[in-house]
């Protein structure tokens, strides 16, 4: 278990709430980018595939977590571009 990877995922961490937040309280998925959060997604994926397969530890549930976020931030902003037209 790496500090470092521990440091990374809980700044990303931090990040997507304060998105969530920022579009729930716009009410507008304006300058959201669904391409720019499947990236992250994948790249989620990976970390999680990687601790599975290669380095099992609990840093695991931080992409787990993170990718959930993602995930929501997404609907979101599909939910309100919907919305939008």
Same mark, same amino acid.
């Given at each position: $278990? #790496?500090?470092?990877?521990?440091?990374? &995922?809980?700044?990303?961490?931090?990040?997507?709430?304060? #998105?969530?937040?920022?579009? @729930?309280?716009?009410?507008?998925?304006?300058?959201? #980018?669904?391409?720019?959060?499947?990236?992250?997604?994948?790249? !989620? &994926?990976?970390?999680?595939?990687?601790?599975?397969?290669?380095?099992?530890?609990?840093?695991?549930?931080? !992409? %787990?977590?993170?990718? @959930? $976020?993602? &995930? %929501?931030?997404?609907?979101?902003? @599909? !939910? !309100?571009?919907?919305?939008?037209?």
């Amino acid at each position: $278990m #790496s500090p470092f990877e521990i440091g990374m &995922l809980v700044a990303f961490g931090v990040s997507w709430p304060v #998105s969530i937040a920022k579009l @729930l309280k716009a009410k507008r998925s304006e300058g959201k #980018s669904i391409t720019f959060a499947v990236i992250v997604i994948v790249g !989620y &994926l990976c970390g999680i595939a990687h601790k599975i397969f290669y380095n099992f530890d609990l840093v695991v549930i931080l !992409y %787990i977590i993170n990718t @959930l $976020m993602v &995930l %929501i931030d997404v609907m979101l902003t @599909l !939910y !309100y571009r919907r919305r939008d037209k």
